[in-house]
């Protein structure tokens, strides 16, 4: 049995239950600058549970779709933001936890100009970019401590369009 997921345009409310999505929309909170720059504030929580914020480089290979969606992974120290250094769309694979478990696996396209942060404890894909150079600054936790889990799915679900 096949089982599929399709992608949808990543908005906000969609988005909420795993983490904020990062974007310039509607009225800047303040203009700074002598006026020139539109400040949209303090739109992540940054979670960490110990340890500090760091910036990391990822330079992840492209994918195609559809693709298949065999592991997903969660950092239960520490909130992990993506955004991208170039203006192309990437996939972002969320699923909601069930007792320590994920289930019902969701894909999320961006639109030029998004970044992600999911929240603490999220379950989700691994760094998708559709296009070269799948370049991205990662805000996430730089401490002690394994912040990773994984979890293989027992079969794969397909991701498409």
Not at 12 to 24: K, Q, V
Not at 48 to 63: H, M, Q
Not at 84 to 101: E, I, K, R
Not at 129 to 149: H, Q, S, T
């Amino acid at each position: 049995m096949t089982r599929v997921v399709k992608i949808e345009a990543l908005t906000a409310d969609a988005f909420a239950p795993y983490g904020d999505l990062l974007e310039a929309s509607g009225t800047p909170d303040k203009w700074i600058n002598r006026g020139k720059c539109g400040r949209f504030h303090d739109r992540a929580r940054l979670d960490f549970s110990d340890g500090r914020a760091g910036i990391s480089i990822f330079r992840g290979e492209r994918e195609t779709l559809p693709l298949q969606l065999k592991m997903v992974e969660r950092h239960p120290a520490g909130s992990q933001a993506f955004v991208p250094m170039s203006a192309d769309p990437f996939l972002v694979v969320v699923a909601a936890d069930d007792a320590g478990v994920p289930v019902s696996p969701r894909a999320f396209l961006t639109a030029q100009g998004q970044a992600i942060n999911f929240h603490r404890g999220t379950w989700h894909g691994v760094l998708t970019p559709l296009a070269e150079p799948g370049l991205f600054a990662v805000v996430d936790r730089i401490g002690a401590g394994d912040n990773l889990e994984e979890h293989w799915f027992s079969e794969p679900y397909i991701i498409e369009h």
